[in-house]
């Protein structure tokens, strides 16, 4: 019975890896559109959500039969349930990958990009690429490693965030209330991509270590 | 056993309506103190989220408790599962509620509520508080009546949210980035609120028929 948990585990993992490398896929070619005004690739990225989504569905399936046939207890048991929430945080980076995409092409043929803001958002796009590489390594090798550097990507992007504020409401500030509300809309997303890449590498280091950091789950929930 | 499940899931359900409760005094407080630059009352917010994030987790953790001791199958594992994503819905909710404490606690002594706006985000405050109340019914009720109220007040909300874009972008806006900013932000956290909330309705409705609606979990999913 152990012999067939750990496999079901190993499957699990595979799909987590899998859905993690999409996620990366959707958001390095979202930014890259967001930056270019490529509104073919902005179309690549809102068609292929479906295909994160539908994985994302098709592993809370896998995970849910795992508890009904294989019945796990303490830490199998949390790792399964931690799956369900992997799952789900991924599944959300992807919707903000559809959410910059959406953007690029409702601007169309217009930039995005707001003027004077292009090379923030080229660094928070990178920075969110990286972020989602990372991540799909953490949840390949478990190398814990790799939650501190996610720890200073998410530093980077919350000081990038800030400062597009910053831009935003300083005096010389030229841009015109749509460039105000997509900078504001981008940045906050790249923010939140950040946010749900650290609230994944905290579970994974909780079901490593078997303690959580200081900042709990309940303090950096998601919106 | 089963009497025991039942008197679990009870204790579960119990909770939820709990919680949602307390997002109902949140989203009223919070929309309120937005409304009338009230700072005190936006701290009162930003304080109480602590409490909807811990009993959230004490929910989690009731729910993994169920699974290890009693674990259930088939339609009765799917109800603990829902629990688990339910109390993750309502506590961003609540984050929801605090986001916007702390807008108006970063413009005060200036209003947060861009001129020009102040009736549409009164009224969206309204629809939100009654989006949380019928929510906490449903839950306590299982009237699945309610489940189509919540579709048309999130319907309500997103029209709403574009309204708010239509006037920000409009020629005769007049507001200055800092504005543009708040209103951007506030109407977004307003439409997620319903989001949340319409995400938790089907989880119940399809508890309760074996049925998701046309659109899965998988696409409104949450960012």
């Known amino acids: 019975m152990r012999e067939v948990f750990h496999q079901s585990l ?15 896929i959707a958001i390095d070619q ?9 509104v073919a690739l902005a179309e690549d990225v809102i068609d292929n959500d479906k295909v994160i989504d539908d994985k994302a569905i098709a ?3 896998l995970a849910i039969e795992i508890l009904a046939r294989q019945q796990p207890v303490a ?12 799952s789900a945080s991924l599944e959300r980076m992807g919707d903000i990958a559809e959410h910059i995409a959406q953007l690029t092409r409702m601007r169309f043929p217009e930039r995005a990009v707001p003027k004077g803001l292009k090379n923030t958002f080229t660094k928070m796009g990178e920075i969110d690429t990286e972020v989602a590489r990372t991540l799909a390594d953490l949840l390949r090798t478990e190398d814990l490693s790799l939650v501190s550097r996610l720890h200073e990507l998410d530093d980077e992007l919350d000081a990038l965030h800030l400062a597009v504020f910053e ?3 300083s005096d010389n500030w030229q841009g015109e209330a749509s460039a105000t509300v997509d900078a504001t809309l981008a940045s906050r997303y790249h923010e939140r991509f950040g946010d749900h890449a650290l ?16 900042d709990t789950e309940g ?3 998601e919106v």
């Open 199 to 214: 609230s994944v590498a905290k579970k994974v280091s909780y079901l490593a270590t078997g303690t959580w950091s200081a």
């Open 59 to 61: 592993l809370d399936e």
């Open 30 to 38: 979202a930014t890259r559109a967001f930056a270019t005004s490529d």
């Open 10 to 24: 190993e499957d699990v993992q595979t799909r987590l890896v899998e859905i993690s490398d999409l996620v990366t």
């Open 167 to 169: 831009k935003v409401l």
């Open 75 to 86: 830490r199998d048991l949390r790792i399964v349930v931690a799956a369900l929430r992997v």
């Open 219 to 221: 303090v950096d929930a």
